[in-house]
């Protein structure tokens, strides 16, 4: 187990945009709001297949629109508490989300770090395999459709 390095409070976020992450949709037993300049961490049998790797990280803005995640404006963290490492870490939030932690130096990135497109590629496939599993939600707007070409 790593021990934490500090824990201090971190004062308000005044980003204009928040992502919700309604309950139960990424491994969180309940809604959770995330910014601009997190990642959150996938581990999933497809990473490996896509990018050779088991647990690769998914900036916080591609995840929109991916099983319910939206952008929210006008609301503002009041405060909050802040973890530190002394080194990258990726942590669970809320029972089941992996949300990444850089550590003092910055972003090291020990794992991938993906781009947009292969962020959303990774989402897509992840949801069209949810929805195999749960034939209701395919009529779900919330979940991504993947992509694909009409003959």
Known sequence: MTSIASLCSH?????????????????????????AGQHVAMMDPICRTLFGATLVLVPVPTTTGF??????????LRG?????????????????????????????ARHRILSYRESRRLLSLICARESKRQPASRTDPTCIAPETTEE
């Open 11 to 35: 004062p308000p976020d005044r980003s204009r945009v928040h992502w919700h992450v309604p309950a139960g949709r990424m491994g969180n037993c309940s809604d959770l709001r995330l910014n």
């Open 80 to 108: 909050g508490i802040a973890l530190h490492f002394d080194a990258e870490e990726v942590v669970f939030a809320q029972t089941g989300t992996l949300l990444y932690v850089p550590g003092p130096a910055g972003p090291q």
């Open 67 to 76: 099983c319910g995640v939206r952008t929210i404006a006008g609301f503002s």
